[in-house]
């Protein structure tokens, strides 16, 4: 399977408690994307990176949250002293990036709940 | 900021009708539309995009009209499936921007 994959798929965890997800990009996609889903919603984006710099932070990401992608291939998300706001699908994504966007390809997502 | 809306939360269908799926977008400094379809427990999977300079493109089954007078998009799905029973979901990106502004999603039923 060559597409983008994501672990854990499920995640649960006490109010308070840190966690970390990991995503696997498309080998030769250069830009990877974080998005946060709710029930019912569409994804909205968390943060993106270009090979291993960060370009852009959405003011979601609050100062619990960091991502990185320290060798511009896979990337984590972490989350410090979860809330149960935080409770969500996070997506990752993946393009061979070029201005104006370029197509995105998702994988299936972690799905974190808060207790 | 980008703003993507659809008009309706649900539509229901039967199997071999054609469906059409509709979607606002508020800002006009979008260049680059994209539709997704996204299945029950998976990511959202690309089905089809178009840029401001084109008005219909035209893939297997679907195709995507952008009318940019009235910042319009529309999907429409030929002799609709059971397979295709999904959320859809209308996506922007603004220009100079590569980050994807997702609207609420439409979901389709489509009976046997």
């Known amino acids: 399977d060559t597409g983008v994959s994501q672990n854990p798929r499920h995640k649960i965890t006490k109010r308070g408690q840190n966690v970390t997800f990991r995503c696997d990009p498309i080998s030769e996609h250069n830009r990877l994307y974080w998005y946060r889903q709710t029930l019912g919603q569409g994804p909205e984006f968390l943060t993106y990176f270009q090979n291993e710099a960060q370009l852009e932070k959405s003011r979601l990401l609050s100062d619990r949250f960091s991502a990185e992608r320290p060798k511009g291939s896979f990337s984590t998300l972490e989350i410090q002293r979860t809330e149960q706001g935080d409770s969500a699908m996070y997506l990752c994504?993946?393009?061979?990036?070029?201005?104006?966007?370029?197509?995105?390809?998702f994988g299936p997502g972690t799905r974190l709940t808060v207790t | 900021g980008e703003s993507v809306g659809l008009h309706l939360p649900t539509l229901s269908v039967q199997e071999g009708d054609n469906s059409i799926i509709n979607c606002a977008y508020s800002?006009?400094?979008?260049?680059?539309f994209i539709w997704y379809k996204q299945e029950s427990g998976k990511g959202p999977q690309f089905i089809i995009d178009i840029r401001s300079n084109m008005d219909k493109r035209q893939g297997q089954r679907v195709t995507v009209l952008l009318n940019k007078t009235v910042k319009h998009l529309s999907l429409q799905i030929a002799a609709t499936q059971p397979g295709d029973s999904a959320v859809y979901f209308c996506?922007?990106?603004?220009?100079?921007?590569?980050?994807?502004?997702f609207g609420k999603g439409t979901m389709l039923l489509v009976s046997p």
């Open positions: 994504a993946s393009s061979l990036g070029f201005s104006g966007g370029g197509e995105q390809y």
């Open positions: 800002n006009s400094a979008s260049d680059y």
């Open positions: 996506a922007g990106v603004e220009v100079g921007y590569s980050t994807l502004t």
